[in-house]
C-alpha cells in the first residue's frame, strides 16, 4: 500500500488563499453520519441553510446552492440570464477575471473587455466611468450583463461593487450586475442587495471556511425574470427547478450532504460572531501582514491602499527571483504553502492567505517562513516584517 507522509509533524500552514483551512469545528460536523437527503430532517437542515446564507450574502432574495466549485457557479450565472449570442461586459482584474471571460466566450457570448491600460491592469480594481462611459455609449442596450469580481484572488485588490452599481444607474442602462465575491464571502464586507447585485457567485471554500465542493447563486428578482426568457443551454444549472423544490429544503439532485452539515456548523460561526465582527478581524490580519511586507522592501501588488483585500495579500518579488522557487522552498523547508502568481504573474509574486481557521501567531509563523525564505534565497530585505507584524498586532487588540 502506497503511504504519503506528507507533513509528519504539527500542523501544515496553508496560507494560500483558499481553500482556507478548516476549524475541527466544522470538520468534525462533516464527519457525521450521511442522512437520507429526501427524508425530513434534511428538509429542516436546507431550509436552515438558506436562511443563514441569506444573512451572509445580506440578502433577502433566493440563495441558490450546487455541489459545484466557484466555476460552476459562474456558469450558472451566465447560463440562467443570457442567451446565445448576447453582449456581455466584463472588466478584468486579473486571472480569475479574465477565466471568466473565457468561459463566457466558450459558452457562445460576446464577451467585451474592459481593463486598466499596460502595466496597472492586475494592479488596480474595476473602474466605475470605464463601465459607465462604455454603458452610455451603447444607447441600444446590447450589451445585457456586467461582469466584475468584487474581490480578485489572483491579486488581492477589493473593487467597489456599489460603485458600479451606481455607475449602470448613471447610465441608466438596463444591464444585469454580475459579481463573482468567490473569495470574498464572509471575510469581506459584501451586500448584495444593498448593491443592487443581480446574481452573485460564490462558493464554499475560502471565507465560509469549508473544503471546496459548494457553489453559490444569490438572484435579484430581475435576474429571476430574466432566466425566464434565456435560452442558453441549461439542465444542471437551471434555476427553475432548483427555486421550487427549494421552497422545502430539498434539490432536484443528489446535494453535498456532509457539506451541507459543515456549511451549517460555518453559518453558525460566523453569525453567531457577527459579520462586522469577522470583517474587521480579516481587516486587522490584512494589515499586520501588509506591515510585515512594508518592512521587507517588497511591493504590494495592489497598487491602491484603499482597495487592499482583507483576505490575502500579493507580494511581488525582485528581478531576478522566482517567486515559485521561493515557493518550493518554503513549502520544502518549513511545511508552509503559499498561493502562486497566476497568468501574467506567474513567478513574479507570490499571495499570503490571512483568511480561514488562522489567528495572529498563525501569521506570525507563516511570515517567519517566509522572511527565512526570501534570505535562504539571498533576497536583500530592508527590514524583518516578522517584527513588524509582531509590533502590529501587539499594539492592536483583537476585534471585540
Not at 427547478?241 to 456549511?263: A, D, Q, V
Not at 499570503?352 to 534570505?375: F, P, Q, R, V, W
Amino acid at each position: 500500500m502506497l503511504h504519503l507522509d506528507f507533513h509528519p509533524t504539527g500542523r501544515h500552514f496553508l496560507q494560500i488563499p483558499g481553500p482556507s483551512p478548516v476549524p475541527d469545528r466544522i470538520l468534525r460536523a462533516i464527519s457525521l453520519p450521511t442522512i437520507d437527503h429526501r427524508g425530513p430532517e434534511f428538509g429542516a437542515l436546507g431550509l436552515k441553510v438558506m436562511a443563514d446564507l441569506q444573512k451572509i450574502f445580506k440578502t433577502t432574495r433566493p440563495v441558490l446552492i450546487y455541489p459545484a466549485s466557484g466555476t460552476g457557479a459562474w456558469e450558472a450565472a451566465l447560463v440562467n440570464t443570457l442567451s446565445a449570442g448576447d453582449q456581455v461586459l466584463m472588466f478584468e482584474t486579473g486571472h480569475f477575471a479574465a477565466l471568466w471571460h473565457k468561459l463566457a466566450t466558450r459558452l457562445g457570448l460576446s464577451a467585451e473587455r474592459l481593463a486598466w491600460p499596460g502595466a496597472s491592469a492586475w494592479r488596480q480594481g474595476v473602474d466605475a466611468s470605464m463601465v459607465s462611459q462604455r454603458l452610455a455609449a451603447d444607447p441600444g442596450h446590447q450589451i445585457k450583463a456586467v461582469c466584475v469580481v468584487h474581490n480578485e484572488t489572483s491579486t488581492g485588490v477589493t473593487s467597489d461593487i456599489a460603485a458600479v452599481r451606481r455607475a449602470i444607474d448613471s447610465a441608466a442602462h438596463p444591464a444585469l450586475l454580475l459579481v463573482d465575491t468567490i473569495s470574498g464571502l464572509a471575510a469581506a464586507d459584501y451586500r448584495h442587495d444593498e448593491w443592487g447585485v443581480d446574481v452573485t457567485v460564490s462558493g464554499s471554500q475560502k471565507g465560509l471556511m469549508l473544503p471546496p465542493g459548494i457553489a453559490f447563486n444569490a438572484v435579484s428578482p430581475k435576474a429571476i425574470e430574466a432566466s425566464k426568457k434565456s435560452t442558453l443551454p441549461k439542465s444542471f444549472w437551471a434555476w427553475d427547478e432548483m427555486l421550487e423544490i427549494n421552497r422545502s429544503g430539498y434539490f432536484p439532485y443528489t446535494p453535498n450532504t456532509n457539506l451541507m452539515y459543515g456549511l451549517s456548523e460555518a453559518c453558525d460561526m460566523i453569525l453567531g460572531q457577527g459579520l462586522d465582527r469577522v470583517f474587521r478581524r480579516h481587516q486587522r490580519w490584512g494589515e499586520g501582514v501588509r506591515a510585515a511586507v512594508r518592512a521587507w522592501g517588497l511591493p504590494i501588488q495592489c497598487a491602491d491602499p484603499a482597495l487592499y483585500s482583507p483576505v490575502l495579500t500579493g507580494v511581488m518579488t525582485p528581478e531576478g527571483l522566482d517567486a515559485d522557487a521561493l515557493r518550493r522552498l518554503i513549502y520544502e523547508r518549513f511545511d508552509c504553502s503559499l498561493g502562486t502568481g497566476l497568468g501574467q504573474l506567474k513567478g513574479r509574486m507570490f499571495r499570503i492567505g490571512h483568511l480561514g481557521d488562522c489567528n495572529d501567531l498563525t501569521l506570525i509563523a507563516a511570515l517567519s517562513a517566509c522572511e527565512m525564505g526570501l534570505k535562504l534565497c539571498g533576497t536583500p530585505l530592508a527590514g524583518s516584517g516578522v517584527q513588524a507584524a509582531m509590533d502590529f498586532f501587539a499594539g492592536q487588540q483583537a476585534p471585540a
